[in-house]
């Protein structure tokens, strides 16, 4: 099993929709949970961070995180083109100094206007 | 503030060759991580530093690459002698402190093409 699974996709959307991106992990202890959006040929930009069972809201984005089901997703709302890309899901692992990021392989999610 | 700097941005040599990326993080930020990321995968921790010290090197193939911090600050990634295989984004990422899970943040990256 790997450590965090994405759906690769794409997930195709209209401009306007709510489009939501699952992801879920292996490490029951993992407290730290990190959403990534990298548009082709970038690197991977910080958009959510959640730490907390619940949802957490910025802007168009919200993050929702189940820890009982290690699951996390993003929800983002009235999707744009500007919003296709690929999004990526990282996890913690390990504790203290050897504390690190695992990150899935993405799901590309595609906004047609 | 300024983001975490990497050069250079694109790399081709050919197979058997070497080559060195350079990172410098964000002012004040004590750990520093390599990661590489091939097309289609997510980035995968090649090694992560906290101040000079390495905390983690387990994934870095150490038979051919080796990194360093000497000062706590820039880092320099090496690869030698490079293989088909090592085409891929190198990114440089930073974050305050390893001790907590702080967020980290990425450099533009290195496409490395080997031939």
């Known amino acids: 099993q790997k450590e965090v699974e994405q759906n690769s996709g794409p997930l195709s959307v209209p401009e306007g929709a709510i489009a939501s991106l699952n992801c879920t992990y292996s490490?029951?202890?993992?407290?730290?949970f990190f959403w990534y959006r990298q548009y082709s040929g970038k690197s991977p930009e910080l958009i959510m961070s959640?730490?907390?069972?619940g949802d957490k809201e910025d802007g168009r984005f919200t993050a929702q995180l189940n820890k009982a089901s290690q699951y996390v997703s993003l929800l983002i709302r009235d999707s744009q083109p500007s919003d296709s890309a690929t999004y990526l899901c990282a996890v913690n692992i390990g504790q203290g100094y050897g504390n690190k990021l695992v990150f899935g392989a993405g799901t590309i999610l595609r906004v047609k206007s | 503030e300024a983001g975490v700097a990497q050069s250079p941005r694109y790399k081709i040599i050919e197979k058997r060759q070497s080559v060195a990326f350079w990172c410098n993080p964000i002012s004040g930020h004590a750990t520093l991580y390599w990661y590489q990321q091939i097309l289609g995968q997510g980035p995968k921790l090649l090694i992560q530093f906290q101040n000079n010290g390495v905390v983690d090197d387990s994934q870095l193939p150490k038979d051919r690459f080796s990194a360093e911090r000497l000062k706590g600050v820039d880092s320099t990634l090496k690869i030698q002698p490079a293989k088909l295989e090592d085409s891929a984004v190198y990114l440089c990422?930073?974050?305050?402190?390893?001790?907590?899970?702080?967020?980290?943040?990425f450099g533009p990256g290195t496409r490395l093409t080997v031939t």
């Open positions: 959640i730490y907390s069972n």
């Open positions: 990422a930073s974050s305050l402190d390893s001790r907590e899970t702080y967020e980290q943040y």
């Open positions: 490490d029951r202890v993992s407290q730290s």
